[in-house]
């Protein structure tokens, strides 16, 4: 069994791009047909590596939806283990906003600056200036 680390240190994606992009985009009704294209184990990694994207988390939580808890319990440790009982909660019980299509959550953007400094007073000692101004 891989412990949690190990998953983090080859954190790749198990399937090729162009496959993310089409479940990424795939309706509720097209996705499972793509999931179903992969193997097992696969599947459960790619759904370990989307869980660890926040903007993937509930393509993940499809994709784990169809996961044995073995495989990702094998493949994540504890990590697949949460994700394996959120995959099987409804939507409702998980906190996830439907606000958009596909229940991504908008992003939004901070409107107050990120930190203020006081402003650098740059004044020279008496001392230091007797010593840069050659005699």
Known sequence: MFSSRDAYDNDRCPVRDE???EMYRASE???P???DSVSADVRARLALFCYRRSHLHSLAL???ASCSE???INFGG????????LSRQAPSDRGVSASLP???KPITLSTKPISTFAPIVDELDDENVAEAVPA
């Open 102 to 104: 596909g229940g991504r």
């Open 70 to 72: 073995r495989d990702l």
């Open 29 to 31: 009704n097209g996705l």
């Open 62 to 64: 499809a994709i784990a």
């Open 33 to 35: 047909m793509l999931v």
């Open 19 to 21: 496959l993310l992009g």
């Open 78 to 85: 504890r990590v697949g283990s949460t994700l394996h009982a």
